[in-house]
């Protein structure tokens, strides 16, 4: 019973998003807000169920003495509610900066060694048809290219002045053009990504309402 | 500096008094009549609105100049301001009613200096000169002679020479009548010397024929006491021989004095002409102007020439009226044409105007001199000894002196004008008529306030020269009043919609109803789409499977649901694919999650089959799956569903013994933080990933640096994983029916693409510009 309940809920709140195509309506209203108010309730019963009773409230319960270490995240937390007070909201900075150092120093760690360093050396391809044949070496050839071209394009500093720098600053103004013309097909395929992933929301949907729903009338 | 808020004289600082009006410094602070704020007492301006905080002295001072050039009773500054039609002297009376009430030489007075009444400060000192001081201007130079009045030109011509007649002035009785004329010409505060503080003292009137008051002060009051005043103390008449050489002196000295006392008058007269014009424009000036804030005891002689004509004549008047030239019969008064004496009459019958003298020059006799009345404001000035009245129309006799009755005195007869000019004297207002404001704000309100200028504008309220405007101005204003004064409706157009855009309104409405179409056609007409539920092979979902199909038997592998609810749709049915070829390999299952709706989402798979640990959501993003990367039992001490993880029957104490890791993701976020934070701990451990199509192209190049094993995109690549890893499967009704829905969806808008790029270059080729 509770599962037919459900797929007539969802069902329902299916027609009401989907009736957002003839325009803003309280019955979209009304569905968007079960949504986010749902899914913020949901997350802060996972959290507690998941983090902080398991982690923070039984440990303390439990045994006290042994976990008194967990005061001090009790005390940040309890910092960082001061944020609220306009009075005392300079003492939440203290938590704030743990989290944010913490954060900024894995992400510097973790992106230099992890996207940065590892990209660059994916781009250093060879060219040689000898190595992998005609088209991988044009495939390697686009890749450089649209690399460093689309880097160019955000080199904003180039020398406007006569001579060797009037012949530069030429140079860079047309592979800026080809730069661009690889973001804007990058863009373009991304895009065309996201319409073909809203596509396939709306395509599951649709297959929930025509399959689903008649499974549950019978 | 304190500049005084009644007169606006400057005062010396520390001042407790006014030395021109005799106000008195309440305090410190002076506030605003225009804002209310308190200010310090020395400023000009108000510090929190910028108005004016000393009055303009030229508002006061109008009154004065016909005033004391009369020796008359004056009219202090801070009384109330005369009706706007009595302004000026010339203004006060008509002029039939002038003629009938003021004595010929007191109009011919009037029109001499009328003119210069025009300006305040002018008429202020103007009286300084007196008209019958006339053998004063003996001494008078040339230069005296180009600056000094026509009538007073007059007055220097007409000087008697005869000296003889000055014995008149040593009438004792005479003269005290000649002190009570001199002292009503003179404000009562600046009177009362003895009271007086120093600064008052400083510019107080002099007082003449003060004899007795001479005689009760004694040498410390001779230290104070102006040198004009000291020698008048000298010609005090001691004993009856000594007169006559005693006035000789005096006169010969006096006219050398009062003559530069004249010429002073008449240059500060022309000075402050010339800062009355600045005084609106600069308040500094007022500063600057000794002649305005501080007068000198030579220029505030009031009365010495009346005291001078009108002593003698009343003792001796065939004497007397030798003063008058008979060449200057046509310029001067009437009452000095007849060569009679000079009277001062009382008028018996009007004692409450009994303490005004006024020149009577019809009257020639009777010479009695009936009792008159004593201001308050005169008594003050009696001195010690001296016999006053016990009732009102009795004027005071100083002790040893005779009665003016005695010597034939009369009152005299006051205009009515110069009555409202008396200290004191307050005018009877009639009821005060409210009238009904017929516009503006104030519209309908009963006894509105006058709009007048209380205060002199703040500098940056003043008025500014007119302009012409610029022509882009004056329409910008032409269109805000014709804006303001059309109705409402009249500006609401109607709103024109060019035919071109009304045709191109319905085009995405179109392509909608194409698009849905497409998407909803193959769930009822299967197989429209030839080839539609097949997909192009994909190497990353190839490479993803063949992943998979390494597997041993009882490998565990780490499935991260990192996508939320919203992407269910799109991201459940690749993930169920995976799952299911996970369970034919055999494998085991350790779900996690880095968001907190991922559990729940993986909760909802069938796991049968598989021994599966849902070790629940992992917070701290970043932070969390570095530490995971140390070890489970530090990062989840229970599961999803609450048991110990130490129990847990995989045995798996850390992600070394995972074989294989792959993240479901609707975000790249959490693709990135598995690669950057636990792929670059554990460079061996394989590590896939299904995402969704719209986040493809930014995760790709994880897959093509070999960070990724392998990726799945959405359904098309569940769809390509499906066919790389069981190509002989046969799919469902509803996964072909929505695979082909995306296919023809997608056709559709590469139709529509195509079309809209073939209109568009279609209208720029032949010249129709979209």
Redesign the interface.
Known sequence: MSELIGIWVSALLTVMVLSYLLGDNPLYRLAEHLFVGTAVGYAVLVAYYSLLRPKLVLPLLQAPLENWALAVPILLSLLLLARLNHKWHKVGIVPLAFLLGVGVALTIGGALFGSILPQTVSTIQSVNPADGGWGLAVSNLILVIGMLSSLSYFYFTADSGAGVGRIKSGFLRAWRGVGKWFIMITFGAIFASTVMARLSLLIGRLQFLIYELPKSLR | MIYCPNCGTANRDGSSFCNQCGHKFGGSKTTCPACGSDNPIENLFCDACGAKLAPLVTRGVEEKPGVKGLSLPTKPIDDEPLPEDEDTLGEVLPAEEGEEDIPDWLARLRATIGPENDSPQEGRDVAAPQPNAAPLFESLGEDADEEVPEWLQQLKESEPSAPEEEEAVESPALEEEATVAAEAAEPEGLITESDALPEQREVAAPQPDAAPLFESSGEDADEETPEWLQQLKELEPSAPDEEEATVAAEAAESEEEIAESAKEVVEETAAEAEFDDKALADSESLREMPGQVETSPEAAQPPEGIDILAIPALSEPAETAALIPEEDEGDLAAWLQQEGPVILEADEGEEDRADTIVFQPEETSPRSLPPSDIPAWLETLAPEGAVLPEELGRAFTPAGKPSPEDVGLERAEIPSWLEELRPGHKKEEGPIEETIEAAGLLGGLRGALKMVGAVDPAPSQRTRPASTPASATAAHAEMLTRLLNEPASALVKPRVVPTAARRSRGLPWLA?LLLFAA??IP?FVPGLVPGGNTVPGSEAAADLSSQIQSLKQGDVVLVSFDY????S??L??PVRVILDDLRAKGANLLITSVT??G??LAARFDMGGMQTVLL??L?G???GL?RLATGLEGVF??D?Q?NPVSEAPLGVHSLKDVALIITAASSQEPV??W???V??QMPSTPMGAVV???????VR?YY????LVGLV????GGQAYRQAAAPTEAASK?DI??ME??SL??LT?ALLIVLGNIAYWGRRLFGRQP
């Open positions: 909608f998407v909803l769930f939320d609810p919203g992407a749709t799109e459940d049915w907190p709706t559990p729940g629940g959501y917070p993003q970043e932070m570095q001490s229970v999803f609450g990135r933080w690669v950057e934070q792929k670059t969704s199509g719209a986040i493809e192209p930014v190049p093509a640096s070999g960070q995109s959405g359904w098309v509803e029916a929505a829905a995306q969806a997608h808008i």
